[in-house]
Protein backbone atom coordinates (compact mmCIF):
# COMPACT_ATOMS: atom_id res chain seq x y z
CA UNK A 1 0.00 0.00 0.00
CA UNK A 2 0.84 3.80 -0.55
CA UNK A 3 0.83 6.45 2.38
CA UNK A 4 -1.10 9.19 1.07
CA UNK A 5 0.46 12.86 1.32
CA UNK A 6 -1.68 15.76 2.62
CA UNK A 7 -2.45 18.66 0.98
CA UNK A 8 -1.30 20.61 4.08
CA UNK A 9 0.46 18.89 6.92
CA UNK A 10 -0.44 17.90 9.77
CA UNK A 11 2.87 16.13 10.72
CA UNK A 12 5.83 16.89 12.65
CA UNK A 13 8.93 14.85 12.88
CA UNK A 14 7.17 12.32 15.99
CA UNK A 15 10.83 12.06 17.27
CA UNK A 16 12.96 14.22 16.22
CA UNK A 17 13.95 13.54 12.41
CA UNK A 18 13.45 9.74 13.37
CA UNK A 19 10.04 9.32 11.26
CA UNK A 20 9.78 11.17 8.18
CA UNK A 21 7.24 10.75 5.94
CA UNK A 22 7.10 7.27 4.03
CA UNK A 23 6.54 7.81 0.22
CA UNK A 24 7.65 4.46 -0.54
CA UNK A 25 4.95 1.21 -1.33
CA UNK A 26 4.97 -0.80 2.25
CA UNK A 27 3.90 -4.52 3.53
CA UNK A 28 2.51 -6.17 5.79
CA UNK A 29 5.41 -8.23 6.79
CA UNK A 30 7.76 -5.34 6.06
CA UNK A 31 10.59 -5.15 8.78
CA UNK A 32 10.77 -1.21 10.52
CA UNK A 33 13.79 -0.13 10.10
CA UNK A 34 13.32 2.69 11.80
CA UNK A 35 16.57 3.80 14.07
CA UNK A 36 15.37 4.02 17.65
CA UNK A 37 16.20 7.09 20.05
CA UNK A 38 19.09 6.82 21.69
CA UNK A 39 19.29 5.40 25.28
CA UNK A 40 19.38 7.76 28.04
CA UNK A 41 23.04 8.39 28.40
CA UNK A 42 25.25 8.15 31.46
CA UNK A 43 27.18 10.84 32.65
CA UNK A 44 29.00 11.73 36.16
CA UNK A 45 26.72 14.34 37.70
CA UNK A 46 28.07 17.54 39.09
CA UNK A 47 24.99 19.04 40.44
CA UNK A 48 21.87 17.80 41.45
CA UNK A 49 18.95 20.11 40.12
CA UNK A 50 16.18 21.57 41.97
CA UNK A 51 12.59 20.85 41.51
CA UNK A 52 9.96 23.33 43.15
CA UNK A 53 6.64 22.18 42.14
CA UNK A 54 4.56 19.94 39.84
CA UNK A 55 0.76 19.76 39.58
CA UNK A 56 -1.53 18.96 36.89
CA UNK A 57 -3.13 21.34 34.92
CA UNK A 58 -5.88 19.44 33.19
CA UNK A 59 -6.04 17.35 30.36
CA UNK A 60 -2.75 16.99 28.03
CA UNK A 61 -2.84 16.52 24.52
CA UNK A 62 -1.15 15.05 21.47
CA UNK A 63 2.15 16.58 21.34
CA UNK A 64 2.30 18.24 17.87
CA UNK A 65 -0.94 19.21 18.14
CA UNK A 66 -1.12 20.83 21.82
CA UNK A 67 1.88 23.47 21.30
CA UNK A 68 0.87 25.20 24.99
CA UNK A 69 3.69 26.93 27.13
CA UNK A 70 2.50 28.94 30.42
CA UNK A 71 2.09 33.04 30.07
CA UNK A 72 3.32 35.02 32.99
CA UNK A 73 2.29 38.05 34.25
CA UNK A 74 3.50 40.14 36.79
CA UNK A 75 2.66 37.88 39.41
CA UNK A 76 0.05 35.49 37.35
CA UNK A 77 1.22 32.02 35.86
CA UNK A 78 -1.52 31.11 33.10
CA UNK A 79 -1.75 27.85 31.39
CA UNK A 80 -4.40 25.72 29.48
CA UNK A 81 -5.08 22.37 29.05
CA UNK A 82 -6.64 20.64 25.46
CA UNK A 83 -9.99 20.88 26.66
CA UNK A 84 -10.25 24.46 27.49
CA UNK A 85 -9.55 24.50 31.10
CA UNK A 86 -7.96 28.04 31.85
CA UNK A 87 -5.74 28.06 35.30
CA UNK A 88 -4.98 31.13 37.15
CA UNK A 89 -1.67 30.04 39.21
CA UNK A 90 0.56 30.77 41.90
CA UNK A 91 4.33 30.98 39.92
CA UNK A 92 5.93 30.56 43.30
CA UNK A 93 4.38 27.52 44.23
CA UNK A 94 1.72 26.54 41.38
CA UNK A 95 -1.43 27.05 43.37
CA UNK A 96 -4.49 27.72 41.61
CA UNK A 97 -6.15 31.21 41.97
CA UNK A 98 -8.71 30.65 39.20
CA UNK A 99 -10.15 28.28 36.84
CA UNK A 100 -12.13 29.50 33.46
CA UNK A 101 -13.47 26.19 31.59
CA UNK A 102 -14.03 27.60 27.62
CA UNK A 103 -17.31 26.28 26.30
CA UNK A 104 -16.36 23.81 22.87
CA UNK A 105 -12.50 24.94 22.69
CA UNK A 106 -10.09 22.26 21.49
CA UNK A 107 -6.63 24.10 22.37
CA UNK A 108 -3.73 23.99 20.27
CA UNK A 109 -1.73 26.77 21.10
CA UNK A 110 -0.98 29.36 23.78
CA UNK A 111 -0.72 30.89 26.45
CA UNK A 112 0.40 35.21 25.56
CA UNK A 113 -0.69 37.07 28.04
CA UNK A 114 -0.87 41.20 28.31
CA UNK A 115 -2.69 44.06 28.49
CA UNK A 116 -4.52 41.99 31.66
CA UNK A 117 -6.06 38.92 29.07
CA UNK A 118 -4.87 35.35 28.63
CA UNK A 119 -5.24 34.47 24.83
CA UNK A 120 -4.90 31.15 23.45
CA UNK A 121 -5.70 29.24 20.17
CA UNK A 122 -7.93 26.12 18.88
CA UNK A 123 -7.96 23.86 16.32
CA UNK A 124 -10.86 24.80 15.09
CA UNK A 125 -9.30 28.49 13.92
CA UNK A 126 -10.45 30.30 16.98
CA UNK A 127 -8.36 32.63 19.35
CA UNK A 128 -9.93 33.11 22.40
CA UNK A 129 -9.37 35.84 25.65
CA UNK A 130 -10.17 35.27 28.93
CA UNK A 131 -9.77 37.71 31.90
CA UNK A 132 -6.58 37.46 33.93
CA UNK A 133 -8.53 38.18 37.47
CA UNK A 134 -10.64 35.19 36.42
CA UNK A 135 -13.40 36.65 35.48
CA UNK A 136 -14.23 34.81 32.29
CA UNK A 137 -14.19 34.89 28.93
CA UNK A 138 -13.50 38.13 27.08
CA UNK A 139 -13.47 37.42 23.61
CA UNK A 140 -13.52 35.12 20.94
CA UNK A 141 -12.29 35.68 17.05
CA UNK A 142 -12.89 33.47 14.33
CA UNK A 143 -9.43 33.18 12.40
CA UNK A 144 -9.13 31.45 9.02
CA UNK A 145 -7.73 27.85 10.06
CA UNK A 146 -6.14 26.37 13.04
CA UNK A 147 -4.15 28.16 15.35
CA UNK A 148 -0.74 27.07 15.62
CA UNK A 149 1.07 29.66 17.60
CA UNK A 150 -0.16 32.85 19.73
CA UNK A 151 2.40 35.89 21.15
CA UNK A 152 2.62 37.75 23.71
CA UNK A 153 0.20 40.85 24.19
CA UNK A 154 2.04 44.02 23.79
CA UNK A 155 0.84 47.70 23.12
CA UNK A 156 -2.71 46.75 22.94
CA UNK A 157 -2.09 43.94 20.39
CA UNK A 158 -1.73 39.91 19.84
CA UNK A 159 -0.52 37.92 17.37
CA UNK A 160 -1.86 34.70 16.12
CA UNK A 161 -0.45 32.36 13.23
CA UNK A 162 -2.62 29.76 11.99
CA UNK A 163 -2.01 26.77 9.87
CA UNK A 164 -2.52 28.07 6.31
CA UNK A 165 0.46 30.51 6.54
CA UNK A 166 -1.21 33.63 7.96
CA UNK A 167 -0.27 36.35 10.88
CA UNK A 168 -3.30 37.98 12.17
CA UNK A 169 -2.73 40.63 14.19
CA UNK A 170 -5.91 40.99 16.84
CA UNK A 171 -7.16 44.06 19.06
CA UNK A 172 -6.54 42.89 22.64
CA UNK A 173 -9.47 44.88 24.14
CA UNK A 174 -12.15 43.58 21.09
CA UNK A 175 -9.96 40.56 19.06
CA UNK A 176 -11.01 42.70 16.28
CA UNK A 177 -8.47 41.77 13.46
CA UNK A 178 -6.11 44.77 12.42
CA UNK A 179 -4.14 42.99 9.62
CA UNK A 180 -3.21 39.73 8.05
CA UNK A 181 -0.11 39.27 6.44
CA UNK A 182 -0.32 36.01 4.53
CA UNK A 183 3.08 33.98 2.74
CA UNK A 184 2.60 31.19 0.13
CA UNK A 185 2.07 27.96 2.24
CA UNK A 186 4.15 24.37 0.20
CA UNK A 187 1.42 21.60 0.08
CA UNK A 188 3.56 19.67 2.48
CA UNK A 189 5.30 21.11 5.85
CA UNK A 190 6.10 20.37 9.39
CA UNK A 191 3.68 20.33 12.03
CA UNK A 192 3.59 24.10 14.11
CA UNK A 193 5.00 27.51 13.39
CA UNK A 194 7.58 29.67 14.70
CA UNK A 195 5.73 31.97 17.71
CA UNK A 196 5.45 35.64 16.21
CA UNK A 197 8.31 37.64 18.74
CA UNK A 198 7.21 41.37 18.71
CA UNK A 199 10.49 43.43 19.39
CA UNK A 200 10.20 47.46 19.60
CA UNK A 201 7.17 47.65 17.57
CA UNK A 202 7.71 44.78 14.73
CA UNK A 203 6.87 41.84 14.69
CA UNK A 204 9.13 39.12 13.92
CA UNK A 205 8.09 36.06 12.21
CA UNK A 206 8.87 32.77 10.39
CA UNK A 207 7.22 31.10 7.43
CA UNK A 208 6.92 27.88 5.86
CA UNK A 209 8.81 28.32 2.89
CA UNK A 210 11.80 29.27 4.36
CA UNK A 211 11.54 33.24 4.93
CA UNK A 212 12.22 35.72 7.92
CA UNK A 213 9.79 38.36 7.84
CA UNK A 214 9.97 41.45 9.85
CA UNK A 215 6.43 43.31 9.94
CA UNK A 216 5.20 46.82 11.32
CA UNK A 217 2.92 45.98 14.09
CA UNK A 218 0.58 48.75 13.53
CA UNK A 219 -0.21 48.04 9.84
CA UNK A 220 2.10 44.47 9.06
CA UNK A 221 3.56 46.59 6.39
CA UNK A 222 6.75 44.36 5.48
CA UNK A 223 9.92 45.95 6.33
CA UNK A 224 12.07 43.17 5.56
CA UNK A 225 12.39 39.76 4.17
CA UNK A 226 15.20 37.39 3.92
CA UNK A 227 15.26 34.08 2.66
CA UNK A 228 16.69 31.18 4.53
CA UNK A 229 16.16 28.17 2.63
CA UNK A 230 14.86 26.80 -0.56
CA UNK A 231 13.22 24.28 -1.77
CA UNK A 232 14.99 21.32 -3.73
CA UNK A 233 14.86 18.16 -4.31
CA UNK A 234 12.31 15.67 -6.26
CA UNK A 235 9.89 14.59 -3.34
CA UNK A 236 7.64 16.91 -1.43
CA UNK A 237 9.54 16.01 1.72
CA UNK A 238 12.96 17.24 0.46
CA UNK A 239 11.72 20.62 -0.13
CA UNK A 240 10.32 21.21 3.35
CA UNK A 241 12.11 24.25 4.24
CA UNK A 242 10.29 25.38 7.30
CA UNK A 243 11.25 28.55 9.74
CA UNK A 244 9.60 27.06 13.10
CA UNK A 245 12.19 27.62 15.99
CA UNK A 246 12.57 30.09 18.63
CA UNK A 247 14.98 33.11 17.50
CA UNK A 248 16.82 33.96 20.17
CA UNK A 249 17.74 38.07 19.84
CA UNK A 250 22.21 38.79 19.89
CA UNK A 251 23.48 41.94 19.80
CA UNK A 252 20.64 43.51 17.30
CA UNK A 253 20.61 40.15 15.19
CA UNK A 254 18.41 37.05 15.16
CA UNK A 255 19.49 34.12 15.09
CA UNK A 256 17.06 32.21 12.54
CA UNK A 257 17.24 28.59 12.12
CA UNK A 258 15.78 26.57 8.94
CA UNK A 259 14.26 22.67 8.27
CA UNK A 260 16.94 21.78 5.84
CA UNK A 261 18.33 25.19 5.17
CA UNK A 262 20.56 27.87 7.21
CA UNK A 263 21.11 28.95 10.41
CA UNK A 264 22.13 32.66 9.96
CA UNK A 265 22.36 35.49 12.28
CA UNK A 266 19.63 37.99 10.51
CA UNK A 267 20.28 42.40 11.59
CA UNK A 268 16.94 43.45 12.88
CA UNK A 269 17.05 46.71 11.32
CA UNK A 270 17.92 45.88 7.63
CA UNK A 271 17.48 41.93 7.16
CA UNK A 272 20.68 41.98 6.15
CA UNK A 273 22.49 38.55 6.94
CA UNK A 274 25.89 38.53 8.35
CA UNK A 275 26.82 35.16 8.45
CA UNK A 276 25.19 31.93 8.04
CA UNK A 277 25.85 28.18 7.69
CA UNK A 278 24.31 25.28 6.18
CA UNK A 279 21.87 23.51 8.96
CA UNK A 280 18.91 21.76 9.90
CA UNK A 281 16.70 22.64 12.72
CA UNK A 282 12.81 23.11 13.52
CA UNK A 283 13.54 23.76 17.09
CA UNK A 284 15.70 26.86 17.50
CA UNK A 285 18.57 27.53 19.60
CA UNK A 286 19.02 29.89 22.67
CA UNK A 287 22.22 32.84 23.57
CA UNK A 288 22.97 35.19 26.16
CA UNK A 289 25.25 37.97 25.83
CA UNK A 290 26.59 36.35 29.06
CA UNK A 291 27.65 33.37 28.05
CA UNK A 292 28.91 34.22 24.00
CA UNK A 293 27.98 30.26 23.21
CA UNK A 294 25.02 29.66 20.73
CA UNK A 295 23.57 26.61 21.85
CA UNK A 296 21.20 25.05 19.18
CA UNK A 297 19.61 21.89 18.73
CA UNK A 298 19.57 20.32 15.44
CA UNK A 299 16.72 18.24 13.22
CA UNK A 300 18.78 15.16 14.97
CA UNK A 301 18.05 16.19 18.35
CA UNK A 302 21.82 16.83 18.41
CA UNK A 303 22.88 19.49 20.58
CA UNK A 304 25.72 21.99 19.28
CA UNK A 305 27.63 25.15 21.02
CA UNK A 306 28.78 27.62 18.26
CA UNK A 307 30.01 31.12 17.92
CA UNK A 308 27.70 33.33 17.79
CA UNK A 309 29.57 35.86 16.03
CA UNK A 310 30.19 33.95 13.22
CA UNK A 311 28.61 30.46 13.52
CA UNK A 312 31.76 28.49 13.88
CA UNK A 313 31.63 25.05 15.90
CA UNK A 314 32.48 25.05 19.01
CA UNK A 315 31.26 21.85 19.98
CA UNK A 316 28.72 19.26 18.98
CA UNK A 317 26.87 16.51 21.56
CA UNK A 318 25.02 13.09 20.07
CA UNK A 319 24.24 11.73 23.10
CA UNK A 320 20.61 12.66 22.60
CA UNK A 321 19.75 11.84 19.33
CA UNK A 322 16.18 11.31 18.02
CA UNK A 323 15.16 11.98 21.64
CA UNK A 324 12.40 14.45 20.64
CA UNK A 325 15.02 17.49 21.83
CA UNK A 326 13.33 20.88 22.46
CA UNK A 327 15.05 24.33 21.65
CA UNK A 328 18.06 25.22 24.56
CA UNK A 329 17.54 27.55 27.19
CA UNK A 330 20.57 29.27 27.96
CA UNK A 331 21.20 30.00 31.80
CA UNK A 332 24.20 31.06 33.44
CA UNK A 333 26.89 28.27 32.20
CA UNK A 334 24.26 25.58 30.64
CA UNK A 335 22.36 24.71 28.33
CA UNK A 336 19.26 23.17 29.30
CA UNK A 337 16.93 21.10 26.86
CA UNK A 338 14.17 18.70 27.33
CA UNK A 339 13.27 15.13 25.38
CA UNK A 340 10.40 13.03 24.73
CA UNK A 341 10.75 11.05 28.43
CA UNK A 342 10.24 14.35 30.29
CA UNK A 343 13.97 14.60 31.00
CA UNK A 344 15.32 17.97 31.45
CA UNK A 345 19.20 17.88 30.88
CA UNK A 346 22.12 20.90 31.63
CA UNK A 347 25.10 21.02 29.14
CA UNK A 348 27.69 22.88 29.88
CA UNK A 349 29.13 25.68 27.68
CA UNK A 350 32.20 24.62 27.53
CA UNK A 351 32.70 21.92 26.07
CA UNK A 352 28.66 19.98 25.79
CA UNK A 353 29.05 17.71 28.19
CA UNK A 354 25.85 16.63 30.52
CA UNK A 355 26.50 17.77 34.22
CA UNK A 356 22.92 17.04 35.18
CA UNK A 357 19.59 15.88 34.63
CA UNK A 358 16.12 15.85 36.10
CA UNK A 359 12.61 14.37 34.80
CA UNK A 360 10.15 16.81 35.18
CA UNK A 361 7.47 14.00 34.32
CA UNK A 362 6.24 11.04 32.25
CA UNK A 363 5.10 12.68 29.82
CA UNK A 364 7.34 14.08 26.56
CA UNK A 365 8.25 18.01 27.41
CA UNK A 366 5.74 19.77 24.56
CA UNK A 367 7.49 22.89 23.78
CA UNK A 368 10.55 24.66 24.92
CA UNK A 369 10.99 25.04 28.61
CA UNK A 370 9.98 28.97 30.01
CA UNK A 371 12.58 30.99 32.03
CA UNK A 372 10.88 33.99 34.10
CA UNK A 373 12.67 35.07 37.26
CA UNK A 374 15.04 32.44 37.22
CA UNK A 375 12.21 29.44 37.29
CA UNK A 376 12.11 27.27 34.18
CA UNK A 377 8.40 26.04 33.95
CA UNK A 378 8.67 22.62 31.78
CA UNK A 379 5.00 21.52 30.37
CA UNK A 380 4.58 17.74 29.31
CA UNK A 381 1.62 16.00 27.02
CA UNK A 382 0.51 14.24 30.28
CA UNK A 383 -1.19 17.72 31.18
CA UNK A 384 1.88 18.47 34.42
CA UNK A 385 2.89 21.59 34.31
CA UNK A 386 6.68 21.94 36.57
CA UNK A 387 8.59 24.28 37.62
CA UNK A 388 12.27 24.10 38.58
CA UNK A 389 15.40 25.78 39.54
CA UNK A 390 17.17 26.29 36.32
CA UNK A 391 20.88 27.36 38.79
CA UNK A 392 22.65 24.53 39.68
CA UNK A 393 24.66 23.80 43.23
CA UNK A 394 27.83 25.40 42.04
CA UNK A 395 25.61 28.74 41.92
CA UNK A 396 25.25 29.03 38.36
Keep these: MSVPVPTKSAVRLLIAGALMLSLSACGLWQRDTTEPPADLP ?19 GE ?43 RVSAGV ?29 SRLSSEVVAISDVASGVVIARTNDGRVHALDAASGATQWTALRTTPSLSLRGAHRPQMTAGRVLTG ?7 MLGRERGNVLWETTLGI ?22 AAIASGYQGRLAAIDLNSGEIFWARDFSSYQ ?66 EDGRIVARLRA ?22 GRLTAVNPRLDSGE
Design 42 to 60: EFEAEAQPEQLWSRSVGSG
Design 63 to 105: RFLWQVYPGVADDMLVMVDADGRVSGLNPETGSQRWRTRLDDA
Design 112 to 140: GVGDEIAVVGTLDGEAIAVDLQGDGERWR
Design 207 to 213: FDNGRVV
Design 231 to 252: PTGRSEVERMVDVDGYMPIYQG
Design 284 to 349: GGDVTNEANVLAVTDAESHLWGLDPRNGADLWQSDQLRLRGVTAPVVVGDYAIVGDYEGYLHWFHL
Design 361 to 382: SSGAVVTRPVLVDDILYVVTDN
